[in-house]
C-alpha cells in the first residue's frame, strides 16, 4: 500500500502583487547569491535568477533604497556574484540561515529608517525563509521577490512561497511578487 504522506495534493500558487514601497523606508536583501551556489552547474535557478536580481538592485538603487548584502560562513563579501556586486558603503553581513542572527543587520536597517525589506537570495528554504521569518518577528514588513529566490530543488522554492503566504503571523506581514513588480 503506498503511504499516502506522499500523495497529497499541491494547493494552489498563491497570487503575486505589485508592491509600491518609499524607498526611504525601504531596503533590498541580497541573500548568499555567492560563486560557490549560485551558478548554472550548481543552482541553475538561481544563475538565471541574477539578471532580475539586478535589474531590481538597480531600480531600488536609482531611487536611494538601502542594500544590504549576506554570505554564509564559509564565504566572504569578494564572493558575491560580480553582476550584483556590493557598492561603496552596502553592508555585507556573515550568518547561517537567519541573517539577523549573531549581526548586526537589525541595526544597520533601523538605523537607516527601514520598515520594510524586499528579499531575494539562496537558498529559499534557508536563508529566505528564516530571514524573512526573523524580520517579521522584529517588527519589519517583508517582501519577498519569489522568482529572486532560488534553491537545489524546485520544491523548497514552492514550500517557501506556500509557508510565507500562509505561516501564522508571517502571512499578515509578508508580501509575495516578482522582482519586476516592485516599484519605489
Known amino acids: 500500500m503506498a503511504n499516502p504522506l506522499f500523495h497529497i495534493e499541491v494547493p494552489p500558487p498563491p497570487k503575486l502583487e505589485t508592491v509600491t514601497l518609499a524607498p526611504k523606508s525601504t531596503a ?22 541574477v539578471s532580475r536580481i539586478r535589474r531590481l538592485l538597480d531600480k531600488g538603487r536609482s531611487k536611494a533604497v538601502v542594500v544590504a548584502y549576506s554570505v554564509f560562513p564559509q564565504a566572504a563579501a569578494s564572493d558575491i556574484l560580480a553582476e550584483i ?7 555585507v553581513v556573515t550568518s ?13 536597517l533601523r538605523d537607516k529608517g527601514v ?6 537570495g539562496s537558498a529559499a528554504h534557508g ?10 518577528f522584529r517588527g519589519f514588513e517583508v517582501v519577498v521577490a519569489v522568482d ?16 510565507l503566504a500562509n505561516a501564522p503571523i508571517l502571512a499578515d506581514h509578508t508580501k509575495l511578487t516578482r522582482c519586476d513588480l516592485v516599484r519605489f
Open 28 to 49: 533590498i536583501l541580497v541573500l548568499d547569491i555567492l560563486q560557490q551556489n549560485c551558478t548554472a552547474a550548481r543552482r541553475p535557478r538561481c544563475a538565471a535568477s
Open 85 to 91: 556586486t556590493p557598492e561603496a558603503g552596502e553592508p
Open 96 to 108: 547561517g540561515p537567519d541573517k539577523f542572527l549573531g549581526t548586526d543587520l537589525e541595526k544597520l
Open 115 to 120: 520598515k520594510t525589506v524586499v528579499i531575494v
Open 127 to 136: 536563508a529566505v525563509l528564516y530571514t524573512a521569518g526573523a524580520a517579521v
Open 148 to 163: 529572486g529566490m532560488s534553491a537545489d530543488i524546485t520544491y523548497a522554492e514552492q514550500y517557501t512561497t506556500w509557508h
